[in-house]
């Protein structure tokens, strides 16, 4: 009985494995190799900055198709797109190093709150309630749903506002993608001007809520000698590209005409420099502590 | 008439999943998404199918003529392990929009007590082939019914404010306990 059951037993085994070495053999895909090596020279963070669903699929893509760039990956930057480059025989292109900017001064414009907001604390669903318990509804909302986001720690909330270390900020756009006001926007690093609101609305709608912000009254636009500067969805666009080919010859004739001084120089060591204090995490526990009261 | 009624009871009255308790690791595992819930779902109504129908020649043709009826549960799991390994295999080569949606899938139900438990039932049950098929085909859709009402729940419960322990596992038991109850009703359906 013994030998039987293990005879039967082993001829299985050995059947499905025949099968199986067999299938292996015919129903064998040809995966390039270099797919894997290529993904084991990207960060892994799987952030979706290149365009791609992740790290994987953007190794995938720059194998077989000739057009996909090898600098896509901004988490790696120059390293990464220069190891790509040598495993796959492209050319790297200089790409642009690029930093995650958010246009909201609501702490310094002293933007007032609508009403006292209790729901769940995520931007997104703050946002639905008369579009956020802000008196600006284009303001940052500050419940850190980009800070949640962030694939490489590089935001904290302070005082309902976000704030971005630009020396962790690998620009891979995640949080653009995130922020329910658009109020963040990826720049050049070498950016020279920014508008620091992205504020909708127009001039009196503005100042009735905020100190500070763009009152689109489109001084800028009129005075850039490159034409860099347009108004895209009703607020203040600068071309950085046309801005920086221009180069400092105008003498930031914007900011000098900007009448509520929002429009305002970067500060190239802003940029580089690295977070001066350690980010403060976001408070997840709040909403215990709410049930609780 | 008595193949529809098993039919039915097989999805709701008796749910492999909410009357029999088999499969809860995915139920609990992969019903944070919809998405993810119906690829799980669809992937084990393939399986479960595949599985019965193989099992249930290898016990008629194999077991049953060498008297090895006692080696039941260890042979299937060897037979649905490499069936499963197999059926991986074939979707990529030749499916692979399939292999895509199911691909992460598929190796996780290798084990799965609902893919043995379906294929042992329809033995002790005595069904013939027939009725096996169309038996693990109910139990599967079954499967599915419940692990997507599971996960459009658990996607609302996301939201909710729920005190942190209990938040995950924790509620997603006590829904699946109370979900069990409401599939009780079922019972009087098929008096």
């Known amino acids: 009985m013994i030998t039987e059951s293990v005879l039967s037993l082993f001829g299985l085994g050995f059947v499905s494995a025949g099968i199986l070495s067999v299938a292996s053999k015919f129903l064998a895909v040809e995966e390039d190799p270099r797919i894997e090596v290529v993904a084991e020279a990207l960060p892994g963070a799987n952030c979706g900055g290149c365009g791609f669903a992740g790290c994987e699929s953007y190794a995938a893509a720059v194998i077989n198709d000739p057009n996909v760039a090898p600098n896509k990956c901004c988490a790696g930057g120059p390293d990464v797109a220069a190891r790509v480059a040598e495993l796959t025989g492209k050319a790297a292109g200089a790409a642009d190093p690029m930093v995650a900017f958010r246009r909201c001064v609501k702490v310094e414009g002293n933007v007032a709150k609508k009403f006292e907001y209790f729901g769940i604390k995520s931007c997104a669903a703050a946002k639905l309630i008369q579009d956020g318990p802000d008196a600006c509804k284009f303001s940052c909302l500050g419940f850190g749903d980009c800070v949640r986001a962030c694939p490489f720690d590089a935001m904290w909330v302070e005082n309902g506002l976000v704030h971005i270390a630009p020396a962790k900020c690998t620009s891979c756009g995640t949080c653009v993608r995130t922020c329910p006001n658009a109020i963040l926007e990826l720049i050049p690093r070498r950016s020279r001007v920014m508008v620091f609101c992205s504020s909708q609305d127009k001039g009196k709608a503005v100042k009735d809520v905020c100190d500070a912000g763009c009152i689109s009254c489109g001084a800028c636009i009129k005075k850039c000698p490159a034409q860099a500067i347009t108004m895209v969805d009703e607020r203040i666009h600068i071309d950085h590209k046309a801005c920086l080919a221009y180069g400092p010859s105008c003498g930031e004739a914007c900011v000098e005409k900007c009448p509520r001084n929002i429009l305002r120089c970067l500060n190239p060591e802003y940029i580089a420099e690295a977070p001066e204090k350690e980010p403060a995490k976001y408070p997840e526990e709040s909403h215990v502590a709410d049930l609780k009261a | ?191």
Do not use: W
């Not at chain 2, 993810?36 to 043709?61: D, H, S």
């Not at chain 2, 030749?94 to 895509?100: A, S």
């Not at chain 2, 499967?143 to 942190?164: C, H, K, S, Y």
């Open chain 2, 1 to 191: 008439m008595d193949i529809f009624l098993l039919f039915i009871s097989a999805i709701f009255v008796n749910n492999i999943l909410l009357a029999q308790y088999l499969g809860n690791c995915p139920y609990l595992g992969c019903s944070k998404e919809k998405g993810v819930a119906f690829g799980m779902g669809a992937a084990v109504l393939f399986v479960i199918v595949l599985a019965t129908v193989i099992c249930f020649l290898i016990q008629k043709y194999v077991l049953n003529v060498l008297h090895l009826e006692y080696l039941q549960t260890i042979v299937f799991i060897l037979v649905i392990a490499a069936l499963v390994q197999f059926v991986e295999m074939f979707l990529k080569k030749m499916v692979p929009p399939l292999y895509k949606s199911l691909g992460i899938f598929l190796p996780l139900i290798t084990t799965n007590c609902a893919v043995l438990g379906v294929a042992i039932l329809v033995q002790r049950k005595e069904f013939d082939l027939l009725t096996s098929t169309l038996y693990a085909l109910a139990a599967s859709l079954g499967f599915l019914l419940a692990i997507i009402l599971m996960a459009g729940i658990r996607e609302r419960f996301e939201i909710t404010r729920i005190p942190r322990s209990m938040k995950g596992v924790p509620s997603g038991l006590i829904m699946a306990g109370i979900m069990s109850l409401a599939f009780m009703a079922f019972k009087g359906m098929i008096a």
